[in-house]
């Protein structure tokens, strides 16, 4: 039994010999199996894993094996991987192969990690349930009758049930921190262009980014200093120069801590989260950290501004899947028209259907003005208010979530409520901060929740070392 | 009077230049015409999931020196945004282009009008954007073709206002945009090719009114001569429709070469709401006032400079310096001559007759033309000083300059070319002439003063056509007038 739960530890037992990379591979494979009606791996690259944990196996032998041998991981089916199929749970790229690798992918190889497989998520990383897929939906591993979250639901899900080390997804609007917080894993969001975004099958390009999944807050920062940083393919990746986020990890200073009253007195907020978050302020304040409110006005304009601009970016973004090119073509389709019409009518889910024809309402002429350009002027003030209170704290502490995870199939009754599930997250995306979701908690109905912080731009060190901590001294 | 005076037509061109960068405007893929159908084509190109575009710096530079040239504004802080649509050799499902900032704003291009005079034709603007793949619906019976290589391609569009008044004057503009490109060397300015291609806008109204009438706007027009005969038939037809009291369509339509007509391609209403946004994928551009110096300094000599200086400098007329500076290749030569020379107009006569046909008949480049404007410097001074006359000079001398690096002294010397100026030799000649005609020497002093030609022909005669003729008609003179 595989009771590995951190990069270091692996790296330890394998250098006292009481594993392999083979050894792992071989049990998570296992493990999946076992596991198989969580749902969480849309494809496993069975061969490929074992012949890779084999030749890594032999550089750990030869001492040239890079920082990341003995890392078993799994990448969100967003994610493209030369070779290997891509599909972001989408009817619509059926059958469709990556020619290239995503940056990140390259960055993960280069250093010796292991891709296990693909993981289930909501079509084009559209949902807060994971049950927008052609998978079918991703189980809870604590209750097989929840949902994990989404839309890196599968991603929180392997983690979760460690059916591999680690997980890529991506977090538009809290894809990643959501079900992080529903399964009981850190989910973690880095700055806005801090990652980059080449081979990121796009949902919303402003809001996009890719960040891992983990049960160490160690282990995320090994992986942000692999992946993040500067690349060619990517120009709006920040050339700013990355930090050795695992060597920071030990900073034990006081901190300044923003909360928002606005959150905590919102009416969908459970009100045991809300009372076991308060508690941990002042867990906090008891441990010399300075945590104050701060009114934030904007609350109830941050999920109509992320679903204007996110769904107006996605309506273009999407534009490409027209059966004209690769992946699915309707076998109905009979005339140039009708191949993007039917095609498009057959290959999304509804969900994405709904959030294309949204997202061309705003950008039409004749309301493109109330409603995209004002969202724009929105998300500035939202930006910078968000900025301004970070010049005073070094952190905004929230729920991540609400409410614990739901159950399973209530997705499609009003996709307004489901809009809500981001209410706390969905601020990170808009001002392009960085954002981590914390398991610090469980509620009394059994269920994990996340306390989220974020921080500075580009402060990932002091969020890393601060949530290290944090989790250690609670 | 003709029913056609009484209308003033009125027309706006958009140009659309694709720019002779090595890579494309988003990616690193070949930017070339003419390749096998789909080999420049990366994943990029393709608009495959996950990809993303980024800047050719080139481009901004491309689209910086053009808008120096025409004297546009530079702007500081450049977006680009995407214009959607869709459209089956579109990969990504939008174009990236620029929307509410364009790169250059305003700025003129100096034309000649319908009386020969100039007329400056204001710029609205110059914006950056990728071309579209290529369909192809004539090679295949069943099927249209898709060829992506043209896909992502740089390109710059010039929309000018509606200042151009004819077909002829719209002729005129597209020559002047194609003569400043390839100045700039920033297009080839192929029209065939599709490097360069042009959509007008056109309308008609009254003279004297003030509003615009409807406007068309035409399309597939793949020659300068093309633009103007699709201008001259829409007027026409606009015209007509107008006079029998119908209303003017706004609508696109396309020219057909074939019977040089247009025809109507899709209405305005049913158009495209292109949905314009901020390009999310690409970071703005901030061009600094720095940047546009170092632009303006590396600048080519311009056309519109060149005549100046070939009109006002050298004193040539208007209509030399236009046919010298409508080649820059050409220009820039005649540029260095006149640098070696002083005799501009001989200089002129010089590239625009020998070097000019030379060059049209052997179909040579300016940039391999063997005589450099030194040598022929040297030719136009033989000819100056009159050591050559100037039918020798064109007519055996620049041959053999051809096919020799000899200097011209030289080549005239060594084919004994030089005219014979040695005045005893040519006394001797003169004296033989004279003894020949006594009687004509008679009627010559009798007053038949035009027997001077006689006596010339035959000092040439004996001379073998080296004698310098103004010497000798002097000489003659001399001696007959005693």
């Known amino acids: 039994m595989n009771t590995y739960r951190s990069l270091n530890s692996i790296k330890n037992a394998i250098k006292a010999g009481e594993t392999t990379c083979l050894n792992l591979v071989?049990?998570?494979?296992?493990?999946?199996?076992?596991?198989?009606?969580?749902?969480?791996?849309?494809?496993?690259?069975?061969?490929?894993?074992?012949?890779?944990?084999?030749?890594?196996?032999?550089?750990?032998?030869?001492?040239?094996?890079?920082?990341?041998?003995?890392?078993?991981?799994?990448?969100?089916?967003?994610?493209?991987?030369?070779?290997?199929?891509?599909?972001?749970?989408?009817?619509?790229?059926?059958?469709?192969?990556?020619?290239?690798?995503?940056?990140?992918?390259?960055?993960?190889?280069?250093?010796?990690?292991?891709?296990?497989?693909?993981?289930?998520?909501?079509?084009?990383?559209?949902?807060?349930?994971?049950?927008?897929?052609?998978?079918?939906?991703?189980?809870?591993?604590?209750?097989?009758?929840?949902?994990?979250?989404?839309?890196?639901?599968?991603?929180?899900?392997?983690?979760?049930?460690?059916?591999?080390?680690?997980?890529?997804?991506?977090?538009?609007?809290?894809?990643?921190?959501?079900?992080?917080?529903?399964?009981?894993?850190?989910?973690?969001?880095?700055?806005?262009?801090?990652?980059?975004?080449?081979?990121?099958?796009?949902?919303?390009?402003?809001?996009?980014?890719?960040?891992?999944?983990?049960?160490?807050?160690?282990?995320?920062?090994?992986?942000?200093?692999?992946?993040?940083?500067?690349?060619?393919?990517?120009?709006?990746?920040?050339?700013?120069?990355?930090?050795?986020?695992?060597?920071?990890?030990?900073?034990?200073?006081?901190?300044?801590?923003?909360?928002?009253?606005?959150?905590?007195?919102?009416?969908?907020?459970?009100?045991?989260?809300?009372?076991?978050?308060?508690?941990?302020?002042?867990?906090?304040?008891?441990?010399?950290?300075?945590?104050?409110?701060?009114?934030?006005?904007?609350?109830?304009?941050?999920?109509?501004?992320?679903?204007?601009?996110?769904?107006?970016?996605?309506?273009?973004?999407?534009?490409?899947?027209?059966?004209?090119?690769?992946?699915?073509?309707?076998?109905?389709?009979?005339?140039?028209?009708?191949?993007y019409t039917k095609t498009r009518t057959e290959g999304f889910g509804k969900e994405v259907q709904r959030r294309i024809m949204l997202g061309t309402f705003v950008l039409s002429a004749g309301y493109h003005d109330a409603y995209y350009t004002k969202a724009q002027k929105m998300r500035r003030l939202i930006q910078d208010k968000t900025n301004k209170i970070l010049k005073d704290y070094d952190f905004i502490l929230s729920p991540t979530t609400p409410h614990t995870a739901f159950n399973l199939g209530l997705e499609h009754k009003d996709p307004i409520v489901m809009y809500l599930e981001d209410i706390f997250t969905v601020l990170a995306n808009l001002s392009g901060n960085p954002a981590i979701s914390l398991p610090l908690a469980r509620h009394s109905n059994g269920m994990p929740f996340g306390t989220q912080l974020m921080a500075k731009p580009f402060h990932e060190a002091d969020l890393l070392a601060f949530s290290h901590n944090l989790i250690n001294s609670l | 009077m003709n029913v056609s005076n009484k209308y003033e037509v009125v027309i706006g061109l958009e140009v659309h230049a694709q720019l002779l960068t090595k890579t494309k405007a988003y990616s690193s893929d070949e930017n070339i015409y003419g390749a096998t159908p789909n080999t420049k084509t990366s994943v990029i190109t393709l608009g495959h999931p996950g990809t993303l575009p980024k800047a050719n710096k080139k481009v901004i530079e491309y689209a910086v020196k053009l808008g120096v040239a025409v004297g546009a504004k530079i702007r500081e802080r450049n977006e680009y945004a995407r214009k959607n649509y869709f459209y089956a050799d579109l990969p990504k499902g939008y174009q990236i282009t620029q929307d509410k900032t364009p790169i250059c704003?305003?700025?003129?291009?100096?034309?000649?009008?319908?009386?020969?005079?100039?007329?400056?034709?204001?710029?609205?603007?110059?914006?950056?954007?990728?071309?579209?793949?290529?369909?192809?619906?004539?090679?295949?019976?069943?099927?249209?073709?898709?060829?992506?290589?043209?896909?992502?391609?740089?390109?710059?569009?010039?929309?000018?206002?509606?200042?151009?008044?004819?077909?002829?004057?719209?002729?005129?503009?597209?020559?002047?945009?194609?003569?400043?490109?390839?100045?700039?060397?920033?297009?080839?300015?192929?029209?065939?090719?599709?490097?360069?291609?042009?959509?007008?806008?056109?309308?008609?109204?009254?003279?004297?009114?003030?509003?615009?009438?409807?406007?068309?706007?035409?399309?597939?027009?793949?020659?300068?001569?093309?633009?103007?005969?699709?201008?001259?038939?829409?007027?026409?037809?606009?015209?007509?429709?107008?006079?029998?009291?119908?209303?003017?369509?706004?609508?696109?339509?396309?020219?057909?070469?074939?019977?040089?007509?247009?025809?109507?391609?899709?209405?305005?209403?049913?158009?495209?709401?292109?949905?314009?946004?901020?390009?999310?994928?690409?970071?703005?551009?901030?061009?600094?006032?720095?940047?546009?110096?170092?632009?303006?300094?590396?600048?080519?000599?311009?056309?519109?400079?060149?005549?100046?200086k070939f009109t006002k400098e050298f004193d040539l007329s208007d209509y030399d310096a236009n046919i010298l500076v409508d080649e820059k290749g050409i220009a820039l030569y005649f540029n260095s001559l006149c640098n070696c020379t002083k005799n501009y107009k001989m200089a002129a006569n010089f590239v625009m007759g020998s070097v000019k046909s030379y060059l049209n008949e052997t179909a040579t480049d300016i940039a391999d033309f063997t005589i450099l404007p030194e040598r022929l410097a040297q030719l136009i001074t033989l000819v100056d000083s009159g050591k050559v006359s100037n039918t020798l000079a064109t007519s055996k001398v620049f041959a053999a300059m051809l096919k020799s690096n000899d200097s011209a002294d030289k080549i005239a010397t060594k084919n004994n070319w030089i005219q014979e100026s040695d005045s005893s030799a040519l006394s001797e000649f003169i004296r033989q002439a004279i003894v020949k005609y006594p009687e004509k020497v008679e009627e010559y002093k009798n007053g038949k003063k035009g027997l001077i030609g006689l006596f010339m022909g035959e000092v040439m005669k004996l001379s073998k056509g080296k004698a310098d003729p103004k010497l000798c008609n002097q000489m003659l003179r001399e001696i007959l007038d005693k």
């Open chain 1, 26 to 339: 071989e049990f998570y494979i296992q493990n999946i199996e076992n596991n198989k009606t969580l749902n969480a791996f849309a494809e496993v690259f069975t061969e490929e894993a074992i012949k890779n944990a084999k030749e890594i196996d032999a550089k750990i032998a030869n001492g040239n094996a890079g920082k990341l041998a003995g890392m078993v991981i799994g990448i969100k089916d967003n994610i493209c991987y030369k070779n290997h199929k891509s599909a972001a749970a989408s009817k619509i790229l059926e059958g469709f192969e990556s020619l290239y690798s995503a940056t990140v992918v390259e960055r993960l190889l280069d250093e010796d990690a292991i891709i296990i497989g693909r993981l289930n998520c909501d079509e084009f990383a559209m949902g807060s349930a994971n049950e927008n897929t052609i998978y079918g939906a991703t189980k809870n591993p604590l209750d097989n009758t929840k949902v994990t979250g989404g839309s890196s639901g599968g991603a929180a899900s392997a983690v979760a049930a460690n059916l591999c080390l680690a997980t890529l997804g991506s977090d538009t609007g809290g894809s990643i921190r959501q079900p992080a917080s529903f399964c009981g894993t850190i989910g973690f969001k880095p700055t806005y262009s801090r990652v980059s975004r080449f081979g990121l099958i796009a949902f919303a390009s402003s809001f996009d980014q890719i960040g891992p999944i983990t049960n160490t807050v160690e282990d995320a920062a090994i992986i942000l200093e692999i992946i993040a940083g500067e690349d060619d393919f990517d120009s709006t990746v920040s050339t700013k120069k990355t930090d050795k986020y695992t060597y920071l990890l030990e900073d034990k200073s006081t901190k300044r801590i923003a909360y928002f009253p606005e959150f905590f007195e919102n009416e969908g907020l459970d009100g045991e989260i809300k009372s076991t978050i308060e508690s941990q302020i002042q867990t906090l304040k008891n441990n010399g950290h300075i945590v104050e409110r701060v009114s934030f006005p904007y609350l109830n304009y941050l999920v109509p501004t992320y679903y204007v601009i996110s769904t107006a970016e996605a309506s273009s973004n999407l534009a490409r899947f027209d059966g004209v090119h690769y992946g699915f073509r309707s076998s109905n389709a009979n005339s140039p028209e009708s191949t």
């Open chain 2, 105 to 308: 704003s305003g700025g003129t291009i100096e034309i000649k009008d319908d009386n020969g005079k100039m007329k400056e034709i204001k710029l609205t603007r110059i914006h950056m954007e990728e071309d579209a793949g290529k369909s192809i619906h004539d090679l295949d019976p069943f099927n249209t073709l898709i060829d992506l290589n043209r896909a992502g391609v740089p390109l710059v569009e010039v929309v000018s206002e509606p200042d151009i008044r004819s077909a002829n004057q719209a002729y005129n503009y597209i020559n002047e945009v194609r003569k400043l490109v390839r100045y700039l060397e920033i297009c080839d300015g192929n029209m065939e090719e599709g490097s360069l291609r042009c959509d007008a806008n056109i309308s008609v109204r009254l003279k004297g009114a003030k509003e615009f009438g409807t406007k068309v706007e035409v399309k597939n027009m793949n020659s300068t001569r093309n633009v103007k005969k699709a201008i001259e038939f829409e007027v026409k037809r606009q015209i007509a429709l107008l006079e029998n009291g119908e209303k003017i369509k706004h609508e696109t339509r396309s020219f057909n070469a074939a019977n040089n007509s247009t025809i109507s391609m899709r209405h305005k209403e049913e158009a495209n709401d292109y949905r314009y946004f901020p390009e999310p994928d690409l970071q703005p551009v901030i061009i600094t006032q720095n940047y546009i110096e170092k632009v303006k300094k590396a600048l080519p000599p311009l056309p519109k400079e060149l005549f100046q």
